[in-house]
């Protein structure tokens, strides 16, 4: 399986598991807080340096990695980098802090260690060409 299909799958089940815990849609919130953060990133990018990822791509995978950071007992964020951090790192904690059992039956069988060996700046630098 690629890694972007790997990617997708285990945010598909975080999606189908988080959104239909409440009425809010709380996975679908969150993956388009990354998906914002990831599109100011973007912006510092010159014209020149060609993106290795799309927007998607990346917010789903910045998405799925900090649920797993925090699932598999990564410490809370420090309350004081709010200002500068990512947003979207209290929102995961947040969510694995309440929904820490439904997000572990979301991720049964999915390879966790696989998704966090994946490097943001390795995949930005594989540039795709399209015909």
């Known amino acids: 399986m690629t890694w972007n ?17 409440k009425w809010g849609s709380m996975y679908t919130t969150y993956l388009n807080e990354n998906k914002d953060e990831e599109k100011r990133h973007d912006r510092c990018r010159p014209a020149s340096v060609p993106r290795g990822l799309s927007i998607m791509e990346a917010a789903r995978l910045f998405a799925v990695q900090q ?4 699932y598999q007992g990564k410490a809370a964020p420090d309350q004081a980098g709010y200002s500068y951090m990512r947003h979207s790192v209290f929102t995961a904690y947040s969510l694995v802090a309440q929904y820490r059992t439904e997000i572990g039956e979301a991720l049964a069988g999915v390879d966790l260690a696989a998704i966090m060996a994946l490097d943001y700046a ?5 540039v795709r060409y399209y015909a």
């Open 5 to 21: 299909k790997q990617v997708k799958d285990a945010s598909d089940k975080l999606a189908y598991t988080l959104d239909n815990i």
């Open 122 to 126: 390795k995949l930005q630098k594989a």
């Open 67 to 70: 649920i797993i950071e925090y």
